[in-house]
């Protein structure tokens, strides 16, 4: 049960990522956050799992985080319920739609994986963590298993999801709650210019860039981004 030092936090994962992604930080702030992980395997548009999370948000009004595709479903939330959002974070996302090579690169994805899921894992994992860190059991390994949990019919369902997404940049200056936009320096798939991006279109914003980290930065360097998410839930007490 959440006591009222502890602000309600809606947590939402990426591309077949589970609540594994962010079990660290829901464990470590456990004493400030009553922390929830959203499910988004449950629509195959933006809109519609925007629309679920919220019919399945943990308050009338909580804290709300995003890594990559969870940070292009948080932004929607945004425009759906903007009132019900306290403090919002974005992480390892854009803001931008997908370029027409992107899109071309996410249908071969989606071709592979009818043929061979495995493969398709063995393609995104380099691009998700960082290069020191394929090898490692507590990030590159989460991320396998993760990704096989979530299986093939969810990733397809949720490509179809990112392929439709609009171009949200033209709504970042509607954000009017405080806002924490974080990315790791390297993150080759949601580069550092595209965090900049995203910070300078909400007013106010705070830019958070971590070292040594890829796409996946709460598995990757865990006790930054729990720190940083930290002084972020802080700054709604003041």
């Known amino acids: 049960?959440?006591?009222?030092?502890?602000?309600p936090l809606l947590l939402l994962p990426g591309l077949i990522n589970d609540a594994r992604l962010w079990l660290s930080q829901v464990s470590q702030l456990s004493d400030i956050a009553d922390a929830k992980v959203g499910d988004l395997t449950v629509a195959d548009s933006i809109p519609d799992l925007a629309a679920a999370v919220l019919a399945q948000a943990p308050a009338e009004r909580f804290a709300l985080a995003?890594?990559?595709?969870?940070?292009?479903?948080a932004m929607e939330i945004m425009r759906q319920a903007p009132e019900r959002v306290i403090v919002l974070a974005l992480?390892?996302?854009?803001?931008?739609?997908?370029?027409?090579?992107?899109?071309?690169?996410?249908?071969k994805l989606m071709e592979l994986a009818e043929m061979d899921f495995p493969a398709v894992i063995a393609?995104?994992?380099?691009?998700?963590?960082?290069?020191?860190?394929?090898?490692?059991?507590?990030v590159g390994g989460v991320f396998k298993a993760m990704a096989f949990s979530v299986g093939k019919r969810a990733f397809l369902s949720q490509q179809r999801a990112i392929l439709g997404r609009i171009d949200s940049r033209p709504s970042l200056a509607k954000i009017a709650c405080p806002s924490l936009v974080l990315c790791g320096r390297e993150d080759v798939l949601t580069p550092v210019?595209?965090?900049?991006?995203?910070a300078a279109g909400i007013a106010g914003s705070r830019l958070v860039v971590i070292e040594e980290c890829g796409h996946l930065s709460t598995l990757g360097q865990p006790r930054q981004v729990t720190l940083a998410l930290r002084q972020w839930l802080l700054s709604t007490r003041h």
């Open 91 to 107: 992480l390892d996302t854009s803001a931008r739609a997908d370029t027409p090579e992107a899109m071309e690169g996410r249908r």
């Open 193 to 198: 210019a595209v965090h900049e991006e995203i």
């Open 1 to 7: 049960m959440t006591t009222p030092s502890r602000l």
């Open 123 to 138: 393609t995104l994992l380099p691009k998700m963590v960082h290069p020191s860190q394929v090898d490692d059991a507590a």
């Open 66 to 73: 995003g890594l990559s595709m969870g940070g292009y479903v």
